[in-house]
């Protein structure tokens, strides 16, 4: 024996397939040995597309772009293809499949007092079941608890000022101390919110949320937290040795 190593490659690659013509991923296997070419013969079966309105990608595992695949007379084994990598095909004719083109299903429309009318409807069985929207204990009581839920928001954001200094302690998330610089409602999510300017950038943005700014700090150094998770009181800025040598 000369002590070296033999490399065996499996001439045969699982892949995924995904496309600009279809939402859905499918998984096939290739023989390495084919080229570009006969494989986009192979997608047009599988895909619907024409192989000269093809442009194919290649992906990673983890679905990082590799490289384009425009060589029709190279070998697929010669590019970085691994089991689970994804090919995307762009149709660059850009007609849609049929089986994905909605706008061409007819489409079955009922009046609404044709529909109120039926027995064997979704809504006469909720209603006859009090399901949902038609119970109305339910619904008086889910009412009840939500307005119930904004009382308290509210009342523990009229206890926070703005300029306080505050720890946030959110489930899941590390203990965080910062400066509070909005309080009130937004129009990101309903009910009430503080803004804060963490002590370090531990954040989600600078103050500025859907392009409304609520209030100014450096970027990753802003959030949004319910106000039961703010905490006011002495929490001084801690000092991390910065200016030390």
Not at 27 to 36: P, T
Not at 49 to 67: E, G, N
Not at 180 to 209: N, Q, R
Request: net charge negative; charged share 30%.
């Amino acid at each position: 024996m000369d002590g070296g190593v033999t490399v065996v490659t499996n001439p045969l690659v699982n892949v995924r397939l995904t496309s600009s013509i279809s939402s859905f991923e499918v998984q096939r296997r290739f023989n390495r040995g084919i080229s570009i070419a006969e494989l986009k013969g192979k997608l047009e079966m599988v895909l619907g597309a024409t192989p000269s309105c093809m442009d194919l990608d290649l992906f990673s595992v983890s679905d990082k772009f590799l490289q384009k695949m425009d060589d029709n007379e190279a070998l697929l084994g010669s590019f970085p293809v691994d089991d689970d990598c994804r090919i995307h095909v762009t149709d660059t004719s850009g007609q849609m499949s049929e089986f994905s083109d909605v706008s061409k299903v007819e489409k079955f429309e009922i009046p609404e007092d044709s529909y109120e009318k039926r027995t064997d409807s979704a809504r006469s069985f909720m209603k006859k079941h009090r399901v949902g929207v038609y119970n109305e204990e339910e619904m008086a009581k889910k009412k009840a608890d939500l307005a119930a839920r904004e009382e308290e928001q509210k009342a523990a954001a009229d206890a926070i000022s703005v300029g306080s200094r505050c720890q946030v302690q959110v489930s899941g998330q590390p203990t965080k101390l910062g400066t509070v610089m909005y309080v009130g409602t937004a129009d990101f999510k309903p009910g009430y919110w503080v803004g804060l300017k963490y002590d370090e950038p531990m954040g989600k943005h600078d103050g500025t949320v859907n392009g409304k700014q609520y209030f100014e700090c450096e970027d990753k150094y802003g959030g949004f937290v319910k106000p039961q998770n703010v905490t006011v009181g002495d929490f001084p800025e801690e000092d991390f040795g910065i200016d030390e040598m």
